[in-house]
């Protein structure tokens, strides 16, 4: 039996160890089952699970349990993401407050911390994600820095770097002079932003004139080793060639033609400054021109910008600035928009420095992984998300893989410390190839992060091993993750999982939109808007988040929280905790066989057939993964059509004397509801498993129980269609008697007027009318003969009813309420009408006050026509 009300605190804290003791959440090798696996994006350990994460579990935790029961072997993977970058700054951040610095603890104490902090918030994630529910194998935990991880990281590395794919070079990099590392491109956040263009004089050498410049960042100038045209521009052509004095550091440097230079674009001719510009250093390539770095990794001025050296940078701007116009060289400042790169972990401006980094060769990866989606080897879901895909797979540039960090995979190159030769290898060399020596340095910087990440559909299944998993779970099925992290993440995995394994790492990738606060922002910190996950489950329970999160969304849409969501959800558990609570008290002991077929009523038979579409559209929504769609139908069926609906109607079975009746009925209770419990399991894992182990009946747990598939045989199209017939019917009664404020004591005569071929089905609906209608007599006919005129009727789909009106009023009473109901009505009328004749008051009042005051006198006009209509019918004779 079930307690009264639903505790959802008692009932979610024992349940997901039981499931896990039972061993539940590793999917079942013995048997001949497909397999079906899902990954989880592993969540980064700098902190507490987010809104964002719920939902992306919720939807993982809906699939897996979904296959599960339809007799896949299932398998959910788990890990964290060491988040190289943002766990260092965290670190960083947290020495900062006892005063201390990286350098001062040093690299050995400084990875011990980080390997403590791993201990303490990766274990606080973990315990999240069970609270959610979330149904993954525990034993097949990974974490991107745990030992096997690390060596598909060293694998990786070493074979591409020995395909020629990972290169050491030179090139101008996103530099954060806050966290002093390099950044790749998609770690760099673009803001609008309003800056000024200035131009700059150059004087040519042999003191014939100048060439005007303009930057938005007058400091690089000091590290400038050209100035460049168009070869075909006119206006310089017999100037290439011809020498410079580079202002403020007097140093000459060449007037070069290059055809990449636009001429519409300022004068013509533009500095050129290789090691701080990504498009000026592969001019310098192209023209073979010196770079000079001009700046410290803190973005100080350094050696090379003479005078300005150890200005901060927009120190040194100010003062270049006043210098040139002291000079007579500024010739203007102008307001110019630009968009400003930032660190996308500090918000620091970044600076393209130069600087020797690895690198991973895009071109030759990018094509195959462009193929496979464009041949539709792996499906974005929505389709729209391709776009976003193919735009940056299109575009790319070699990815900056080296970070001057040192939480992460430490890049396994090693110099020797005699001849100074780098060795590419999987552990450290035993002997250089160049000299004999044995004595190695290792390179310092670690990887990016994502070059990890970019493994973990393969490396968490064992590989570089060729293991079970890797067999029987690669490639995996689906992939689920926020649009916000396609090119960071999805992109750099798929053509990682074609290198690697030639095969692409998933099928499906379902994008899901962010989650925002009720007014549409951004849940963030600085705003201080976020919502805890386990806030929202210790009040409401995880089921009602979960279930929340899902409804009324579609996928790929950003979402809005709204704690009244929350709220119904809850009450949503509540319903079904009363519909089973019922059912369970009602059931007496009857075998679980089902009753023959001409044993069941109209509304067995309705609902049945209810029920088994109900199983369809659930079903089919889901493979679709509009998950909102399938909760939204399977809510609407639970709520309205089998709680409010068939549980009454099956009380007048339940109730009554016959044993073959109540027989009946309880089978049919107890099959819908065990159906509607396995549907709603994956949605609301907890509260279904609470109530089905309740269910004596039933062997074995939900969770591995059998999806429910639609029987064609329960279909019944006429009987839906006469329950439709019916509910419309004793709801018209019923809001008459709303209308009519008639109490539910007071029982009324009814007249069911219907052509002949309908008879058989209101026979059949007399005790529902009578217990759910308020009807003391039904009867039924053909033609309206012996209704009295006065009779309140209604008219629904092919049912005419009547009801004598003294059952329900008492007439004289009656007319005299509306009376004053008219006259009351009339003046409110009045009053709106005079108003909106009244010039001034139109012309004065806002636009929203005179729409009112429409609005309330079309109200006025059609509620005063009812009262005339029931007047009317009040005064009718009787005929
Ligand atoms: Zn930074
Ligand atoms: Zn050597």
Redesign the pocket.
């Known amino acids: 039996m079930l307690e009264k009300n639903y505790d959802p605190q008692t009932a979610e804290s024992g349940i997901y160890e039981e499931w896990m003791q039972k061993g539940y959440f590793k999917p079942d090798e013995s048997s001949q089952k497909e397999y079906f696996c899902i990954v989880i994006p592993p969540p980064n350990i700098t902190g507490q699970l987010h809104m964002g994460h719920a939902l992306d579990i919720t939807l993982q935790d809906i699939i897996t349990r979904q296959k599960r029961m339809q007799g896949f072997a299932a398998l959910w993977l788990p890990g964290t993401d060491h988040a190289s970058i943002a766990t260092e700054v965290k670190i960083t951040e947290k020495l900062a407050e006892e005063g201390l610095s990286k350098q001062d603890l040093g690299r050995e104490k400084f990875l011990e911390r980080a390997w403590q902090w791993k201990r303490e918030y990766g274990g606080k994630i973990t315990e999240q994600l069970k609270k959610l529910g979330g149904s993954l194998d525990w034993s097949r935990e990974r974490f991107t820095m745990d030992e096997g991880l690390s060596r598909a990281v060293n694998e990786a590395f070493v074979k591409l770097y020995e395909k020629g794919l990972i290169y050491r070079g030179e090139r101008t990099i996103n530099w954060c002079p806050v966290c002093k590392t390099a950044l790749s491109d998609a770690e760099v956040e673009h803001e609008e932003a309003q800056g000024s263009l200035w131009k700059i004089k150059y004087p040519l050498k042999d003191g014939q004139g100048w060439v005007t410049v303009a930057t938005t960042r007058p400091e690089t100038m000091l590290g400038d080793t050209a100035v460049a045209v168009h070869p075909d521009d006119e206006r310089f052509t017999n100037m290439i060639g011809t020498t410079i004095i580079l202002p403020l550091m007097n140093r000459e440097i060449p007037l070069i033609a290059d055809s990449c230079v636009d001429m519409e674009f300022g004068t013509g001719a533009v500095k050129i400054t290789p090691a701080h510009d990504h498009n000026d250093f592969e001019t310098s390539v192209r023209n073979n021109l010196p770079r000079v770095c001009v700046m410290n990794e803190d973005a100080s001025m350094n050696d090379f910008a003479g005078i300005y050296s150890g200005m901060d940078r927009y120190e040194a701007r100010k003062k270049i600035v006043t210098d040139l116009e002291n000079l007579g060289l500024l010739v203007q400042i102008e307001k110019h928009n630009l968009s400003l790169g930032q660190c996308y972990r500090c918000n620091t401006v970044i600076e393209p420095i130069i600087s020797k980094q690895w690198f991973v060769r895009m071109k030759p990866l990018a094509e195959p992984a462009i193929k496979v989606v464009q041949e539709g080897e792996v499906e974005f879901i929505p389709e729209r998300f391709e776009k976003i895909y193919f735009n940056w797979m299109e575009n790319i540039k070699d990815w900056c893989i080296s970070r001057q960090l040192w939480w992460g995979h430490r890049i396994p190159a090693y110099y020797?410390e005699?001849?100074g030769?780098l060795t590419v290898s999987r552990e450290t060399p035993k002997s250089?190839g160049?000299?004999d020596?044995s004595c190695f340095k290792q390179d310092e910087d670690v990887l990016d992060t994502w070059f990890s990440s970019a493994l973990w559909p393969f490396s968490t299944l064992g590989w570089p091993d060729e293991t079970g998993d890797l067999k029987r779970f690669y490639p995996t099925n689906v992939l689920v993750t926020g649009y916000d992290i396609i090119f960071f993440w999805v992109a750099r995995m798929i053509f990682s999982g074609i290198e690697h394994m030639k095969e692409v790492p998933f099928r499906k990738v379902l994008i899901h939109g962010i989650i925002r606060d009720a007014e549409g922002r951004k849940m963030s910190k600085s705003l201080g808007n976020g919502i805890d996950p386990l806030e929202v489950i210790e009040r409401y329970g995880a089921d009602a988040l979960r279930l929340s999160l899902v409804m009324g969304n579609s996928p790929g849409n950003d979402m809005r929280f709204y704690w009244e969501k929350v709220e119904s959800s809850r009450n949503f558990a509540n319903k079904i905790w009363n519909a089973s609570r019922f059912i369970l008290m009602n059931s007496k002991d009857f075998d679980a066989s089902e009753p023959h077929a001409c044993e069941y009523s109209l509304a067995d038979r309705g609902i049945l057939s209810r029920f088994n579409r109900t199983v369809d559209e659930v079903t089919e929504n889901m493979e679709k993964f509009d998950f909102g769609l399938a909760a939204q139908k399977l809510y609407d069926f639970i709520w309205s059509e089998f709680c409010d609906w068939y549980i009454e109607l099956s009380k007048t079975k339940l109730y009554g004397e016959d044993i073959e009746g109540q027989r009946t009925a309880t089978n049919v209770l107890r099959h819908v509801l065990a159906g509607v419990l396995k549907l709603l399991h994956p949605y609301m894992p907890f509260i279904s498993c609470e109530i089905w182990k309740r269910m004596p009946w039933y062997d074995g747990d939900i969770m591995v129980s059998e999806w429910p598939i639609k029987d064609l045989k329960k279909l019944d199209e006429s009987a839906e269609e006469g329950m439709k017939a019916v509910i419309d019917a004793i709801k018209s009664v019923r809001n008459i008697r709303l209308d009519m404020q008639v109490q539910p004591s007071v029982k009324s005569k009814l007249v069911l007027v219907a052509d002949k071929e309908h008879h058989k089905l209101l026979e059949e609906s007399k005790p529902y009318f009578k217990k759910l209608a308020f009807a003391k007599e039904v009867r039924i006919q053909e033609d309206r003969m012996g209704i009295a005129a006065n009779s309140i009727s209604a008219v629904t789909h092919y049912i005419q009813i009547f009801m004598p009106v003294e059952d329900l009023k008492d007439v004289k009473k009656e007319t005299e309420r509306l009376h004053e109901e008219k006259k009351e009505l009339g003046k409110e009328l009045e009053r709106a009408r005079t108003k909106l004749q009244n010039d001034s008051f139109l012309n004065k009042a806002p636009k929203f006050v005179v729409d009112e005051e429409r609005a309330k006198e079309a109200k006025y006009i059609i509620m005063l026509d009812k009262v005339n209509a029931r007047m009317n019918s009040l005064t009718k004779d009787e005929g």
């Open positions: 020797c005699k001849c030769h250089c160049e000299c020596s």
